[in-house]
């Protein structure tokens, strides 16, 4: 096997690659959808949630509950907003970050825990925002965001962020070490 | 491709660390921000122009909260968009820009320009400070505008030294 030169990237797994790429599709996906189903995407939101009056707060009077559907749509349309966002940006951060631990870390415990913890991590925190705008009409406003929080922010985005920690310490030192 | 120097590779994955660790904290300690943000304007009073008025005092503080707020959100953003930036574009002068005294100032360059979404704490702090119009100016034209200028300037001249070199160098 030939060793790499020191000075030049090194390419991380085809597996890493292909969940950051799947990841880019998606938002892509989901952004052309997001315009297209726009009006199919409302009438639904809108319609799951005049059947659950209960858990949205609507009391009969037009005046008040459209105020209420029209916050929780708005809601709704900025959780696939913020999934389109995230998934393209996280895509590109997954790639860079698990080509730079491949390239600069050298105890491979730490680039496996690094790579995976940014490659699940990264790959699945915008899959929240697509879970929060789902629950919206089910679940209200903050009863999706507590769940979205619970079962896909905080162990995706923790696991992301203590990888960056991580490369970012694990970079420094490299520098140090130089 | 070759890999640009540690210390630029350093401070593009740090921008990306502290942008998603700022998202982060924007969710969790929303009101406490927010609460610190309206207590800073409580007490510059004459940089925002508080007049004694509740209703008027609470419109102006309630727009420079959220201002401070963007500002916070604008840092999240860029610093996550700017870090895998100025790591590829590095990665390009690196394999690409032959003359060292060149890469040398493109390398400064880009790394300047990484500095750019520090400007939006700046922007959050100096709108709190020295009010929100002030701040807003102060910030853009002492720290976003050079800053983001140095990156302008670097995709620039990468771009006609690559135009340069595409010129010079045979094809096929």
């Not at chain 2, 401070?68 to 100025?86: D, R």
Request: include cysteine; hydrophobic fraction near 55%; glycine fraction near 10%.
């Amino acid at each position: 096997m030939t060793e790499a030169r020191p000075d030049t990237w090194r390419v991380p797994s085809a597996w890493v690659l292909l969940a950051a790429i799947a990841l880019i599709a998606c938002a892509e996906v989901g952004g052309a959808s997001m315009a297209q189903f726009k009006l199919a995407l409302t009438r639904w939101a809108r319609g799951t949630m005049l059947a659950r009056p209960a858990t949205h707060g609507l009391v009969g009077v037009r005046d008040v509950d459209e105020q209420i559907l029209d916050e929780a749509l708005v809601k709704f349309d900025a959780g696939l907003r913020l999934f389109h966002l995230h998934a393209e940006g996280m895509g590109t951060i997954i790639i860079v970050a698990t080509m730079v631990a491949t390239t600069v870390v050298r105890a491979p415990g730490l680039r496996r825990a690094i790579v995976v913890l940014i490659t699940v991590g990264g790959a699945g925190y915008p899959l929240g925002y697509l879970l929060w705008s789902a629950l919206i009409p089910f679940a209200g406003i903050e009863g999706g965001k507590a769940l979205a929080e619970r079962l896909v922010w905080i162990p995706f985005g923790g696991a992301a962020i203590v990888a960056m920690w991580l490369l970012t310490a694990a970079v420094g030192r490299e520098i140090v070490r130089r | 491709m070759r890999r640009p120097p540690l210390v630029i590779v350093f401070l593009a994955i740090l921008l990306v660390a502290l942008g998603e660790t700022a998202g982060a904290l924007m969710s969790v300690v929303r009101p406490q921000i927010e609460s610190y943000a309206r207590a800073r304007v409580a007490a510059n009073p004459v940089a925002h122009g508080l007049a004694g008025t509740a209703e008027y005092d609470l419109e102006i503080t309630s727009r420079a909260v959220f201002t401070a707020e963007a500002g916070l959100s604008f840092f999240h953003v860029h610093a996550e968009g700017l870090g895998p930036i100025i790591l590829l574009a590095t990665t390009v002068v690196a394999t690409f820009v032959p003359s060292r005294r060149v890469r040398g100032c493109l390398y400064a360059l880009f790394t300047l320009g990484g500095l750019f979404p520090l400007g939006y704490l700046v922007y959050a702090v100096a709108v709190l400070e020295a009010g929100r119009d002030t701040g807003v100016e102060l910030a853009e034209r002492y720290v976003l505008t050079p800053l983001g200028s140095a990156t302008i300037v670097g995709l620039l001249a990468l771009a006609v030294v690559l135009a340069g070199r595409r010129r010079t160098t045979p094809t096929g």
